[in-house]
Nanobody, 126 residues
Framework: QRQLVESGGGSVRTGGSLRLSCETF????????IGWFRQATGKERSGVAS????????YVDDSLKGRFTISSDNSKDTVYLQMNSLKPEDSGMYYC???????????????????WGQGIPVNVSS
């Protein structure tokens, strides 16, 4: 039974843009925090961005600020990751994940995520 479904990945050239979507289903629709992560081949998974869907606070990894933005459309139970000015080093598998956090949770922590999507590939060619 699907709980989180990512879409919007694909292949683009350097400088291009992609918008990833993470749609929540079932009980994950009640999660108040959605995070995006990525993992390049041979590297560890790392946090990209996260958003608290209750209060609208969001966080983007410092190295990606200015190029990546995260947003949420709660009416659609969907969180988006807009990626602009893409570089080859942005290539990898992108995952969204759901967490249930309290209001004091620091979004930069990228922990407490309990349910994960299957991931979607992003390939940026030079």
């Amino acid at each position: 039974q699907r709980q989180l479904v990512e879409s919007g990945g694909g292949s683009v050239r350097t400088g291009g843009s992609l918008r990833l979507s993470c749609e929540t289903f079932g009980y994950t629709s009640n999660s108040n925090c959605i995070g995006w992560f990525r993992q390049a081949t041979g590297k560890e998974r790392s946090g990209v961005a996260s958003i608290n869907r209750e209060n609208g606070r969001s966080y983007v990894d410092d190295s990606l600020k200015g190029r990546f933005t995260i947003s949420s459309d709660n009416s659609k139970d969907t969180v988006y990751l807009q990626m602009n000015s893409l570089k080859p080093e942005d290539s990898g598998m992108y995952y969204c994940a759901a967490a249930w956090v309290d209001s004091s949770y620091e979004l930069s922590r990228f922990d407490q995520f309990e349910v994960w999507g299957q991931g979607i590939p992003v390939n940026v060619s030079s």
